[in-house]
């Protein structure tokens, strides 16, 4: 298990590698969208809906199933797998090769203390490419925009992430604010299909 400095260096080192590639891709693309991103990670921990202690057990939660995974051979070479937690409630996208790996990932991922829930959103299929990766991140850039742009909702309270242009949106809200960012995220051009991972206020 992580110890807490520790952890609090790998939230860093995790921050510096987002920052480093939202950069690139706001450079890349001529648009501070992705910059916008970036300068919010920070604030939003500072103004997270969840207590210190969930967001705690939530990144302890993911640091563990990362590691379990990369000790899975299989896993680690054959796969692309992202794990989100929200108050224990655990979101895992990404590819397996077959259904196997896949149910292996999901065993793995019900084993770690803490675990509440699992949105089981692996698709079967070749991990994707570094073309597709960029464009999702180009993609959350602009979900996130679009949040932080709305009144109805404050774009720190809902987590984004993209997979393959599909757009998985988490977060601790009230139905109007979900219902107002399941809106605003499906008109976005880009984006292929929206699912939602919400807690209820």
Not at 19 to 24: G, N
């Amino acid at each position: 298990m992580f110890s807490f400095s520790q952890l609090s260096q790998f939230k860093s080192m995790k921050a510096m590698k987002l920052v480093t590639l939202l950069t690139l891709v706001a450079v890349l693309q001529g648009c501070a969208a992705a910059a916008v991103v970036a300068i919010t990670t920070g604030a939003s921990m500072a103004t997270d809906r969840r207590s210190v202690g969930n967001q705690i057990d939530d990144q302890n939660i993911e640091l563990e199933a990362y590691n379990e995974i990369t000790k899975n051979k299989s896993l680690n070479e054959n796969a692309n797998l992202h794990i989100i937690s929200l108050n224990g409630s655990v979101l895992i996208i990404g590819q397996t090769p077959n259904t196997y790996l896949r149910d292996q990932a999901i065993k793995i991922i019900n084993a770690i203390d803490g675990v509440v829930k699992i949105h089981n959103q692996i698709r079967i299929g070749n991990v994707t490419s570094i073309t597709t990766q960029t464009n999702d991140v180009w993609l959350t850039s602009k979900v996130k925009t679009a949040l932080f742009s709305s009144d109805e909702i404050n774009g720190n309270d809902i987590k984004v992430i993209t997979e393959n242009a599909e757009v998985f949106l988490m977060g601790l809200v009230s139905k109007k604010e979900a219902n107002a960012a399941i809106e605003i995220t499906r008109n976005i051009s880009g984006v292929n299909r929206v699912f939602k991972a919400f807690e209820y206020l």
